[in-house]
Nanobody, 119 residues
């Protein structure tokens, strides 16, 4: 079973930066991709960004392009979400997710970390 542990959330002001981390553990751990979703209060969960584990290709939602970036540390099975120029609209619970080899979708989720941006 895969376990994902997020960290790095908090309260910041508009224009600030924040970095989220997500460490994956468990066996077997054959990663196809890791990514981030978010869910604001009263809204549906939405895609933020992701990275293919092999090759490092990244994908982003239009709303965060140019401000957020996803990176990884393969040795640590960890994915990061660097968030710059934060806006009040970025306030949400951020969830880390992972897609394993043999799966056609993200099949493991973290517990979520709160990011609050004050304007």
């Amino acid at each position: 079973q895969v376990r994902l542990v997020e960290s790095g959330g908090g309260l910041v002001q508009a224009g600030d930066s924040l970095r989220l981390s997500c460490a994956a553990s468990g066996r077997p751990l054959s990663i196809v991709a890791m990514g981030w979703f978010r869910q604001a209060s009263g809204q549906e969960r939405e895609f933020v960004g992701s990275m293919r584990w092999s090759g490092g290709n990244t994908y982003y939602a239009d709303s965060v392009k140019g401000r957020f970036s996803v990176s990884r540390d393969i040795r640590k099975n960890t994915v990061y979400l660097q968030m710059n120029s934060l806006e009040a609209e970025d306030t949400a619970v951020y969830y880390c997710t992972l897609q394993r080899v043999g799966s056609t979708e993200y099949d493991s989720w973290g517990q979520g970390t709160q990011v609050t941006v004050s304007s």
